[in-house]
């Protein structure tokens, strides 16, 4: 497995016009190949917002077939967001994984 992780700086003001985002463009939870995405926002940052954008793919090779997609085009594209000060990409494969020894059941009723 492989995990991306991208950490965004946001001018303050602007988290839900942020968040919107992942709303409305993409597809990525259709790409073959992807697992999982987790928006994180880090905890009491007075100057910015901060936000990890967590991705998880089985493989590299799937990630990489994403980022020549359409999909991929239409979500990144239009240059960086006046809003955003500052990024830093991580890459990583994924070596150990432990999941909830408990079986959380929600109940739709």
Known sequence: MFVI???LKIKKGFEDQFLARFEMLGKIEESPGFLMLNVLK????????E????TKWQSREAHDEWSKSESFRKSHGGGRSEYILDFKLGFYDV???KLSA???VKDVS
Do not use: A, C, Q
């Open 95 to 97: 070596v150990l994984e």
């Open 102 to 104: 408990t079986k959380v």
């Open 42 to 49: 880090t905890r009491m940052e007075e100057e910015y917002d």
């Open 5 to 7: 992780s991208n950490t």
């Open 51 to 54: 936000f990890t954008i967590w």
